[in-house]
Structure formats: C-alpha cells, structure tokens
C-alpha cells in the first residue's frame, strides 16, 4: 500500500524554507507523516491527528512513498514555488540554484543540512541565519547551539537506532518477515494482548480495507467500548473502521448501539472525535438515533456548537445537517 | 497540603539534601504553544485522570512531554516547549512522574500494581528539592535521568524490604523502555489555574525552526521577552525532536548556573 502526498503543512505561510508533507492511502482519510531515518529513508509512517491543525499548502506534483523507500522532502523555495523530491532531485535542484539560496538565509542552512554539508560550510549558514533572526549576543547563542546539537547528531541518532532495535524485539516480534495472514491469524488468537491495537493499526497499513480486518475491529471496538476503555486508548481505530463502515454502507444495528452509548458519555472528551475533520461526520452517521433520542440530539447540536464557524469543517457540517434531516 | 502519603513519609524519615531547582517546563505539540504565545498564557483543560479538574501540567526541568498514552502505537509529533522559573506555590498536586502515564498503565506492573496517591507529595519548594536529592545527587543528574545505584540509594537512606513502593519507583528511574520513556521521573506538577505571561514569565522556549521567519511569532518572543532556541524537523523523527529538545535546554541551564550547587 503505497501513500500518497496528500498536504504540505506550512509552519510558517509564505516562508522560504521546509515544509511537512502529510500522506493519505486511498480510500482513508486518516493522515499519516513519514518517520525518517537519517539518510532520509522512510522508517514508519505515522497517523498524525493534529495535521488539521496547521495551515497548509498543494503541490501539483504526484508523488508517493512507503517505508524502506526514499521519503519525500518538500519547501518552499526562493522563488515561492514549492519544490517536492527525494533527497537525490533535492541535492540536483539545490546544485543548479545555489546562488538564489543565498538571499535565504534558513532555506539555505535547512537544504545545506539536509544535503550533508561540512561543519565549516554550516557555520557561516547558522552565522548568516542568526544574524537574520537575532541580536546581540543571542546571535552567538543560538549559532553555537546549533554548532552543539550538529557536534551529537551521530550519538542522538545510534542512541535513536538502538532504541529502535529494542522497541521494534519488545513491541513488533509478531512481526519480523510474516505475513499479512500471520498477523491477522494472531489478531484473531490474541484479543487480549495489551499489543493488540498496536498490531492491528500496522495490519491496517498493509490492507486497510480487508473485511476480515474490520469484523475483528468491530468485535474488539464492541468489548473495547463497552468495558469503558478512554477514548485517546481506541480513537484512531475507531476512525479507520468508521470509515470502513460509511464506505461499505454497513449497517450494524449491534455495533450502533454500544457506539451511541459510549460516544454519548464522552464529555469533555469529545474533542478527541473532532479531527481528521471528517470525523465527526462518521460519528454523526453511525449515532443510533432511536435508542436515546434526546441524548442523541443534544451529542449532535454539542459537536455542531464546536465545529460551526471553522472553515476546515464547512464540508463535514454540511454533511452531518443533512444526515439528520 | 498532599496526604501522608508513602512517599512523603520516606521523605521525612531520611536526611536528604536537597538537589537545586530547575525550571518548570511545559511541553506540548507546537501549534498549541503557539496559540499560547500568541493569547499571552497557558490555559488549564480538563484531565482525564483527575476528572472534573482543570489542569494545568508542567514537568520539573525536564522537557517530559505529555503525550498520549495510548496503545494504539505511537502517533506523529511536532513538539515544543516552554520553560518558567521555578516557583510552585498554588501548585494543586505533585508527584513524582507522569501521572497520566501511570493512568494509562504505561508504567511495568511493579509500579502500576501500587496505588497513585501513595505517592503524592507536598507542593512545597524543599519537598520537591528533597524528593529529587533522594534520587540523584545533582539536578544535572537528575535532568539526565542518571540516578543514584541501588546500593548507594539503600545505603543513604531508611529503605527497608517493606517499604516496596519506594523500591518500585527507584527501579521505575532505572527502567529503560520506549514504553514508559524520560516520564518514568520527571517530577509533576499540577495547577488549577492559568498562566499569564504577563504575571508567570516565560523564561526559555524550544520549537522548530522555520517558526524564525514568522514576524508575528517572532514579535511574541520579543513581547515576552524570551529566550528562544529551535530545532532542526527534517529529517521527520520525534526521537530525534526529543533529543534536540533536551540538548538544547541542557545548554540553557549549564550556561545559566542552575546545574550549580
């Protein structure tokens, strides 16, 4: 399952300098960022529920990614467009445009770093930079914090590896070379295991729309949801397999039911159903509406209170007004 | 005023010496922290652990950030943090990590099968100075996570075989898994009530770098008058966020006397 550029997040709109791209796999829109390595491979993708939180920016160009494969680095650059490659085309398009860097002082520190420039080239890049930024002593301040973090960059990074070593034995050892068909077949042995959310969000990436996938979600949701376990402890597998259900048109009278109960006594907690901004809509969708009608009706006008007037839910507002008219 | 908890009764019973203070330090995805420079304050939320509290979360000196815990895996980060002098009266709890951790279970069943509140303790200044000297012998080994050995920690302190919830949080300090990461001491502490830069000063910021090219967000730094490092986001890794965080306040409190004794 290959992920595809979905959004640039723009940290800082209209700046000359990195951007975040976030990545969508067909059919879901759950967003996900791309964990690196320091060779700029892709180690993990990662859901990233606050992506709706920043503002952001296109790119025209199609592009994906997966792990073990180059990750995609994107910015903004000196002449506003937005450039979008793998570390080689990024290396290509800084060699053909040095001159041009050089009137931006962080794009050029941020792609020199990126394409492993010597400390002694990074220097004058971090002084020019701090310069832009700061004054006074400060200017030294930060060059010479920059001078330490770049000196520990090879012990963070095999403190980083060798953390990763562990957690992948401790968390992953289901993993290894198996197949799809083995962790699904352990998915369904082990519902108990305190890993087993962990297990089914990567079996996710690998077949995010198998139906066996989302009958054993929905079995665990059920319990899950009933014995009353925290909302932040189940969301994002809520999410997929409300997705799931809205795409295949499922109706899930049983489902439905334990859902409303539990979505009705989140509270304060209801924010944790607010993004990806299409989530309140397929929490909306999936409300039992006879079972307790008030209570229903009073959910539905809390979570319209919190998302009217918010550009990034103008859409989803309209479809939960016309899902319960 | 915290109940006679297990904690606080080790504490009274040994001699410590107090390790020096460090700043506050509250951390949190960046465009959280942004809003809060940009409104002028740190807003308490509701707390899933001490429900129907509003909270306010910081940690002493160490940048612990107060992610979720959640066993679904891990999700993406773009963290920040802001750091204040250390000054803790109206504090409303504290203890000696993460409690949203211990909540979640985060923690090895060692601890977790003890109760929280037995280890709460007092608000006060010197308690929470002692609380860290009975674990490490500086506030730099403290920020650092390196505590005391065992045969040293036993043969300073009153510490029998029944006196288990002690022993479960010094092995907790030494216990090293992604699990339950840098919270498994980071000493918390809890207000009810906001902070107003205008009162509580920000001292020391970290967020990624690209935040230097906005005006605007530069203009709430000179406002408040902070201090402001940064760190390098590509190539995208939180661990790697983390480590940068943590260098950088490490450089911050050596260059400003607070790992002195």
């Not at chain 1, 296109?58 to 910015?75: H, Q």
């Not at chain 1, 004054?135 to 590896?161: H, M, P, T, V, Y």
């Not at chain 2, 895996?73 to 109206?90: K, T």
């Not at chain 2, 002692?130 to 040293?152: C, H, K, T, V, W």
């Amino acid at each position: 399952m290959k992920y595809r550029l979905d959004i640039l997040i723009d940290l800082s709109p209209n700046s000359k300098g990195l951007l975040i791209p976030v990545f969508k796999i067909d059919g879901s829109n759950m967003p996900f960022v791309q964990e690196m390595n320091d060779s700029f491979e892709v180690h993990e993708m990662k859901p990233y529920f606050s992506a709706d939180n920043y503002e952001y920016c296109l790119s025209d160009v199609r592009i994906s990614t997966d792990v073990g494969e180059k990750g995609v680095i994107a910015f903004r650059s000196f002449d506003e467009s937005v450039y979008v490659g793998d570390i080689s085309s990024v290396m290509k398009y800084r060699d053909a445009n040095r001159v041009e860097f050089s009137n931006y002082p962080l794009l050029d520190l941020q792609l020199a770093r990126i394409c492993g420039e010597a400390v002694s080239a990074l220097y004058e890049k971090w002084r020019s930079a701090a310069k832009l930024y700061f004054n006074g002593k400060e200017i030294n301040s930060w060059c010479d914090g920059e001078l330490a973090l770049f000196q520990k960059n090879g012990a963070i990074w095999r403190s980083i590896n060798s953390e990763k070593i562990k957690y992948e034995a401790e968390i992953h050892e289901v993993f290894g070379s198996h197949s799809f068909e083995y962790i699904f077949r352990w998915l369904v042995a082990n519902m108990d295991h305190n890993n087993w959310p962990n297990v089914w969000v990567k079996a996710f990436k690998m077949y995010p729309f198998d139906e066996r996938l989302h009958a054993i979600a929905n079995k665990w949701l059920v319990s899950a949801m009933g014995s009353g376990v925290y909302i932040g402890e189940l969301r994002l597998i809520l999410y997929c397999h409300l997705e799931y259900i809205g795409g295949e048109n499922i109706s899930d009278i049983d489902f439905s039911e334990v859902f409303t109960e539990y979505v009705l006594s989140l509270g304060q907690d209801l924010s944790y159903v607010l993004y990806p901004n299409d989530f309140p809509y397929l929490v909306v969708s999936n409300l039992d509406f006879e079972r307790e009608e008030k209570s229903v009706n009073s959910f539905v006008a809390a979570i319209i209170d919190r998302i009217s007037g918010d550009v990034r839910y103008a859409s989803t507002l309209g479809k939960i007004e016309k899902h319960i008219k | 005023m915290a109940k006679d908890s297990v904690f606080r009764k080790f504490l009274s019973k040994n001699s410590i010496t107090p390790v020096n203070y460090l700043p506050l330090v509250h951390g949190s995805e960046a465009y959280l922290l942004k809003k809060s420079l940009k409104d002028g304050r740190l807003k308490t939320s509701v707390c899933d652990v001490f429900k129907p509290d509003e909270l306010l979360y910081f940690f002493v000196g160490r940048p612990a950030y107060k992610k979720e815990a959640v066993s679904e895996g891990e999700y993406w980060e773009l963290p920040s943090c802001i750091l204040f002098d250390f000054e803790v009266s109206g504090a409303k709890r504290v203890f000696p990590f993460d409690t949203g951790a211990f909540h979640a279970k985060r923690y090895p069943s060692y601890i977790n099968m003890m109760e929280m509140s037995d280890y709460e303790i007092d608000s006060s200044e010197s308690e929470i100075k002692r609380a860290i000297g009975a674990f490490f012998g500086s506030s730099r080994d403290y920020y650092r996570l390196n505590p005391r050995s065992q045969e040293m920690f036993e043969s300073l302190h009153d510490v029998g075989a029944t006196d288990e919830e002690i022993h479960a949080l010094h092995r907790l300090i030494k216990h090293r898994s992604k699990r339950s990461d840098d919270r498994r001491f980071s000493i918390e502490v809890q207000f009810a009530e906001a902070f107003e830069f205008t009162r509580r000063k920000p001292i020391f910021a970290v967020f990624p770098e690209i935040y230097l090219d906005s005006e605007i967000f530069m203009g709430w730094i000179k406002k408040y008058d902070v201090l402001l490092e940064t760190y390098p986001y590509y190539p995208l890794r939180g661990d790697y966020y983390y480590s940068a965080i943590y260098e950088k306040i490490d450089k911050f409190y050596r260059e400003n006397g607070y790992y002195e004794v």
